[in-house]
């Protein structure tokens, strides 16, 4: 029960600071939705590619990648606010304040999730504003939001253990960097099939290539790699909450 | 004179030493846009297959990226680093000393062309090693070197104008979203003929990148297209002069004694 009284209180501020500070809540809202611009609207032309054969366009396409890839910020994004947390000395309180240090963890996760879900509605608005044409039912697309939540609670475990690690700022790359490039190293622009030499096969072997091509199999209303998809999902969430689990046993020895 | 000269080398070694002693300004720059290179240069290999696309090497294609985004590197050192000697109080005790406001500016540009001389080294020397031969020859390769280092100065004289403007770093370093959404709205992973969105095709037509993009692009992979390069340095030119202009007022405003 404490525990998720922390992790309300936790979860409650953090998503109060993102969505009353227009610097924090905007860049969440709007690259996401630049790079649906800029990949869907300067690249359609890809569809075109022999070998194509996405049957939803390359609108479509493209939204499964920039959703995940705003679940996947989002978390990120909130990573950088446990950092400053702990720069400006609010977390050693909160370390000092909360009965079970556990719900810290949970509800900077919870407030990831809020964050993430305000980015998912307004893409999704706009995506389906601009004609996205999608063949999945409901049931599939709750698969794919689903998918993605998972994401984001990857993306946020993962953060907060490098957060709580260095407790700066400055680990601000260190979170991002490995981030960016695991999820341009899948197949963001073309299918799997379409890609050759080495990117091929740094993308058959990337994680994120299953998370990637079930969601847009979803989309489609062909679901595939559903089971691959989910395990690598809960997989990833269940190592990166050892690491954050870890991350904070390493803040409370710092003191 | 020979006053002037040494002042301006003494602020343009101090912000090449000031560069490299901080690493991150130095990797930064040369780093993430080749891993951008890598990563699109992979994933939209496709696109070559398209009819009418320019060559059959999208690596050779998108060269032409990274030199465009270290000039942005570029912005973002130039200005953070000027805004610190604002915050710090540097500017403010030169302003006491017989140094010309101007041997500032210079200094500071001159840093910069010496980071955009080694980005351009290492952005080719990387093309040649993929197997990308310049189409324009080995004149070619000093037209792109003279052409990194306009857009260099251009580029960092924006960013001298933001940080003597506001003097604040973070009000500078909020910039590069600006400059990055110039960069993805133009003709950086497709040639403007083969966008099929409209809108978009405006746009990159409108945005000056685009013909930034395709000089350095036409030296690599056409030859020697008149056009391309006419406008690539009428509008390098352009923005440098306007940017200069501008950093020269404002640190005339900033260092009012």
Request: hydrophobic fraction near 55%.
């Amino acid at each position: 029960m404490r525990t998720l009284q922390v992790a309300q209180g936790v979860a409650w501020r953090t998503l109060h600071n993102v969505v009353t500070n227009p610097s924090l809540l905007l860049p969440s809202l709007i690259f996401p939705l630049f790079f649906f611009t800029a990949f869907a609207g300067g690249l359609s032309r890809i569809s075109d590619v022999p070998g194509f054969d996405y049957p939803n366009g390359y609108t479509a396409f493209q939204f499964v990648f920039v959703l995940l890839q705003s679940a996947v910020f989002g978390g990120v994004f909130t990573g950088f606010g446990i950092a400053r947390d702990f720069e400006n000395g609010f977390a050693r309180r909160l370390l000092l304040a909360a009965p079970n240090r556990l719900g810290i963890v949970l509800g900077y996760a919870l407030a990831a999730t809020g964050r993430w879900l305000i980015t998912a509605s307004f893409l999704t608005a706009v995506a389906f504003a601009v004609g996205m044409r999608v063949g999945g039912d409901g049931v599939d697309l709750f698969g794919l939001y689903t998918l993605a939540l998972l994401m984001n609670g990857a993306a946020v475990l993962w953060s907060a253990g490098v957060a709580m690690r260095l407790r700066t700022m400055q680990a601000g790359p260190i979170m991002q960097l490995p981030v960016f490039l695991v999820l341009f190293f899948a197949p963001v622009y073309v299918p799997l099939a379409l890609l050759q030499g080495w990117i091929h096969g740094v993308a058959t072997v990337n994680p994120v290539t299953r998370v990637l091509e079930a969601g847009r199999g979803f989309v489609a209303g062909q679901p595939t790699e559903v089971g691959l998809a989910y395990g690598t999902g809960l997989a990833l969430v269940l190592f990166f909450s050892i690491w954050a689990v870890r991350g904070l046993r390493s803040a409370e020895r710092a003191g | 004179m020979s006053a002037f000269a040494d002042q301006v080398y003494l602020l343009g070694r101090r912000s090449v030493v000031r560069t490299i002693r901080q690493p991150a300004n130095v990797v930064g720059p040369l780093i993430f846009p080749l891993l951008l290179l890598a990563v699109n240069s992979g994933g939209l290999r496709a696109e070559t297959r398209l009819p009418g696309f320019p060559t059959n090497s999208f690596f050779a294609f998108a060269l032409a990226v990274p030199f465009i985004q270290g000039a942005l590197f570029a912005t973002m050192n130039t200005g953070t680093d000027l805004a610190r000697d604002i915050q710090t109080g540097f500017l403010n005790r030169l302003s006491l000393t017989p140094m010309r406001g101007i041997a500032l500016l210079c200094g500071q540009l001159g840093g910069v062309v010496v980071l955009t001389i080694a980005q351009v080294a290492v952005y080719l020397a990387v093309g040649y090693i993929v197997g990308v031969r310049l189409e324009s020859g080995l004149a070619g390769l000093v037209v792109i070197v003279l052409f990194a280092i306009l857009v260099g100065l251009g580029f960092g004289a924006l960013g001298a104008f933001a940080a003597l403007r506001t003097g604040s770093g973070e009000a500078v370093q909020s910039l590069f979203p600006v400059f990055f959404v110039f960069l993805f709205i133009s003709s950086m992973n497709i040639p403007r003929n083969l966008i099929a969105v409209t809108w978009f095709r405006d746009a990159a037509t409108a945005n000056p990148v685009s013909y930034l993009l395709e000089a350095v692009r036409s030296l690599i992979i056409t030859g020697w297209d008149a056009e391309a390069l006419a406008l690539g340095f009428g509008i390098a030119t352009a923005i440098a002069v306007v940017a200069l202009a501008l950093s020269s007022w404002a640190l005339r405003v900033r260092m009012a004694r």
